[in-house]
C-alpha cells in the first residue's frame, strides 16, 4: 500500500503542472479578449475555401465516395 | 429607397451607381474600389453594408511628421520595426476584424495586425523603412477605420492589469479540490487500518495545501481588516480575518497533536467561495472607459506657426504640451482649440457646447477671446496662445481637489453596516460560552471557542451583497446602463436629489426642432431659399436644408456668405438674404424677443419675411421622468447656457422644479457640494466636460451617452441615450436590489444559528462544517441569483409595457 504515497505525489505533480499553466496562460493574457480569436477563427476557414477551392472541393468529393 | 452597398445608409441627395451597386457618398465608392482592387471584398459577403464611409482628413495628421510625437505613439521602435496599438472606435463586426487583419494586403509593409474586438483595438506590426506611421494612419482612415488619437496617448502609461484575484481564486479553487480529496476519507471512517496508517501523511498534505490559501489567497482580508480596525471601523472583513485565522490555527494544533483531521477544507473552501464573490461582483466594458478627462478629448499636436530666419511664417506641428504664452497657432476647420486664445484672424464660429453648454455656435470677431475645448466650425484661424493647455480655463478644473480624491470607500456599504453588529453579537457569544464551558468543562472550553468562531465566519453574509449587486450590474448592463462598479448601485438605491445638466443631457444633440414665424414663402422663394442654403456649410444652414423639401435645386447667379453673418444670393433677379437680424437688414430695432434664442432671418428682394427658430428638442419622456422623480426625490436643472429656454423649460418640467442657468464647471461642482453639506445625496446626470467636475463629486454621476464610442468624461456610470426615459426606474430597480441583499442578510444569519447551537454545545465536527458552510454559501448564491433575475424580469416587462 506504500505505493499510495508515490501515486499522491505524482496526482499532486499532475495537478501542479496544470495549474501552473493555468497561471502562466492569464500572465500572458490569453483570456483578456475571449471574443476576437473566436470570429478569427471561423475567417482561416473562409479563407482556404477563397484560395484553394478546388481542394477543399475534391477533399469532399473523396469522403462521399468513399462513403458510398 | 436605395441603401449603400458599402456602409448601409441611404442614398438620399445622389446615388452614385458604380459596379452595378448603389453608394451613398464618394468615400464610399472609393473604399470599395480599394478593396476591390486588392481582391478584398470578401469583406462584403462576411457582413451586409459593413462599411464606414471615410471622413476627410486632408493635412489632418501632417503631425505624425514631428517625430517626437511618433515616437510617442509607438509601442515598440528599434529603427526597422515599429508597432503601434490604435483605437478605433468604428470597430462594429466580424468584417472589420477581417479587413484590419489583412492590412498586409492592402500595404505589404504591415507584418501583422491583431484586432481586440472587445477593446476596439488595433495592434499593427509594420515595417518603419517601407512605410511610416502617417502612412499608415492615412490608409486606415481612407477605408474608413480612421483612428482615435488624443493627448492621452502622448503620456503612455503601461498597460497594468491587475490579475492577482484571478491567481488568488485560481490557488484556493485548486487547493480546495485537493484538500476535499484528502479529507474524503476520514469523513466515513473513524478507524480502520490503512487510513489511520496514512493520516498523518494525509493531514500534512493539507496542511502544505492550505498554506498558500491563508497566506496568499487570504491575505487580502487580514489586510483589509486591519485597515478597518486602525480606523475603527468593524467590517465584514474583521469577523471573516478571525474566521479564517481561528480555522488555520485551530486545525493545526488538531493535527500536531493528533487531535483531529482540522478544518482545512471548510478553510480553502471559504476562501474560495469568498473569493469567488469578489470576482463575480466585477464586470467591465472593456470599450468604456470611466476614467477619461479632458487629455482624452483634445489634440496631441497643433500647427504652429513661427518666423524663420529669413523672415516668413512657416507651419510647424508641435505638441500641444510644448505650446507657450504667445505662440501663434492655426486651427483648421473642426479642430478643438486646445489653449486659451486671442483670435488673431479668421472667422471664428464656435461650439462650446460640450464644454460650456451652451447650445449654439458662438462667432468671434478678432480680439476675441477663445476658451480650451471649443470646436471650431467654419474655415480657419490664426490664435495667439493666452495660456498653456495646463492652465486653461477648462483643464483647470481638473486641479480641484475632487479629481485626486478616490470616491470608492468613502461611502460606507451595507455590509460593513450589518457587520458592525454581527461581530460585537458573536464576539460576545464566543466568550459568554467559553466562560460557561470553563466552569462545566474546562477541556471544552478552547474547542467551543473556536468552535463558535469558525461556524459564525459570515461567509454567507459577504457572499450576499456581491453576487446580488453583480447580478444587478449584468441586468443593467442589459438594459443598456454601464456601471463602473456594483457598489455604485447601493448608493443609486440611497439617492434622494437628482440634477440633470441641460445642454446634450435633456436635449439631444442630433435634431432640431425648427418652426418658422412670419409671413409665408411663396414656392419660388422657398426653392430659393433651399438652393441658398445647399451652398452654405454653416452649422445652422445644414440643419435647416435638411428639413426642406429639396426640389427643384437651381444653380445660383450669385451667392455670397459672409461668416459669422450671412448669405446673400440671387437667381433670376430675385434675390434672397439668409442670416442674423442685423445681417438681414433691419438693425435699428433691436429685437429683445430674439435674443438668447437661436434664429435665422430671411428677408426676399429687401422686404423682411420671417424668422426660422431653433429650439433644442428635448429628449422624450422629459416630462414623465420629472415627474416620476419628483414624487420622492428633488428635481434640479443645472444648465451652462443663458436662459433663453427657461420659459420652454417651465412648460414642460412640473411646477416647482429648480432651474439655474449661466452655470460654469466649477459653480457646478460647488452647487452638488453645497446639496450634499445640507445632507442630501445627489445624482448627477450630465454629457459633457463641463460637468465634470458635478459628476466627480457627486454621489452617483452618470453620463448620457448617444453613441458609447464618443468621448465621455469620468463617472460611475454611462447611460445609453436611448434609456434615457428609464432612469427612474433604474433607480427604483437598485432600491429593490438592496432590499435582496437584506433578505439574505436574514438567511444566512438563519444558517448562522444552526451552526452556533453545534458550537456552543461543544459538538462542532469537521464535517458538520464542512457540509454547512459551503450549504449555506450556495444557497446564498441560487437565492440571490434568482431573486434578482426575478425583479430583472418584471423590469424588463414593465418596460416593454410602456414603450
Known sequence: ?68 | MVNCFHCGDACLDVEIKHDEKSFCCHGCKTVYDILHDNDLSYYYDLEKNPGISPKEIAGKYDFLDNETIVEKLLEFNDGTTQIVSFLIPSIHCSSCIWILENLNKLNPSVKSSQVNFPEKTVRITFSAEENSLKNLVILLSRIGYEPYISLDDSDKKEKNINRSLIYKLGIAGFAFGNIMFLSFPEYFEHSEFWLDQFKPFFRWLMFAFSLPVVFYSGSGYFVSAYKGLRSKILNIDVPIALGIAVLFIRSTIDIVFNLGTGFFDSLSGLVFFLLLGKFFQQKTYSYLSFERDYKSYFPIAVTRLFKNSEGKTVEEQAEVYTVKKGDRLLIRNNEIIPVDAILIKGNALIDYSFVTGEAEPISKQSGDKLFAGGKQQAGILEVEVLKPVAQSYLTQLWSNDVFSKDKTGVFENITDNISKRFTVVLLSIAFISTIFWLMVDPSKAFNVFTSVLIVACPCAIALAAPFTLGNVLRIFGREKLYLKEASVIEQMAKLDTVVFDKTGTLTTNQKNLITYEGVALSAEEKQLLTSTLRASSHPLSRSLYNILDKNDIQTLDDFEEEVGKGITATFNHNSIKVGSYEFVGFSDETNSEFKNRTTVHISANRVYKGCYIFNSEYRKGVAQIFKQLGTDKEVIVLSGDNEGERERLEALLPKGTKLHFNQKPDDKLNFIKNLQQNGKQVLMIGDGLNDAGALKQSNVGFVVSENTNVFSPACDGILDASQFKKIGDYLNFSKKGVQIIKWAFLLSLFYNLVGLSFAVTGHLKPVVAAILMPLSSISIVVFTTIATQYIGKKLRMDINKQS
Open chain 1, 1 to 68: 500500500m506504500n505505493i499510495i504515497y508515490m501515486l499522491l505525489a505524482i496526482s499532486v505533480f499532475v495537478a501542479i503542472v496544470f495549474f501552473v499553466l493555468f497561471i502562466v496562460s492569464v500572465r500572458k493574457g490569453q483570456y483578456d479578449d475571449t471574443y476576437t480569436p473566436s470570429v478569427r477563427m471561423l475567417f482561416e476557414d473562409e479563407l482556404v475555401k477563397e484560395g484553394g477551392s478546388i481542394k477543399s472541393e475534391t477533399s469532399k468529393e473523396k469522403i462521399t465516395n468513399s462513403k458510398k
